[in-house]
Nanobody, 116 residues
């Protein structure tokens, strides 16, 4: 089975930075895209950033200019560099991968808390 494991979350003051990492392991088909979602208390899960095979990226408007997504060559790792963090960035961040069969894989989530 495919497993996605996130790490790097924690508590940081507003204006600080965190780097999230996600590692994919197990048997899976070729990954077409990887990304990060987040879910804040009382809110639905939302897309934060994604990166495709060719390296093209997409970001939520709320994080453009502050967050950067990257991946390794094998598309088995993805990273989210988060700078200039704001209290509204507080959420559980989930790693996501989508393979060539359009199947989705999710990590367990990592908590990011930004204090004012």
């Amino acid at each position: 089975q495919v497993q996605l494991v996130e790490s790097g979350g924690g508590l940081v003051q507003a204006g600080g930075s965190l780097r999230l990492s996600c590692s994919a392991s197990g048997s899976f088909f070729s990954i077409n895209a990887m990304g990060w979602y987040r879910q804040a208390p009382g809110k639905q899960r939302e897309l934060v950033a994604s990166i495709a095979r060719a390296g093209s990226t997409n970001y939520a408007d709320s994080v453009k200019g502050r967050f950067t997504i990257s991946r390794n060559d094998a598309n088995t790792m993805t990273y989210l560099q988060m700078n200039s963090l704001k209290p509204e960035d507080t959420a559980v961040y989930y790693c996501h991968a989508r393979d060539e069969r359009w199947l989705d894989y999710w990590g367990q989530g990592t908590q990011v808390t930004v204090s004012s």
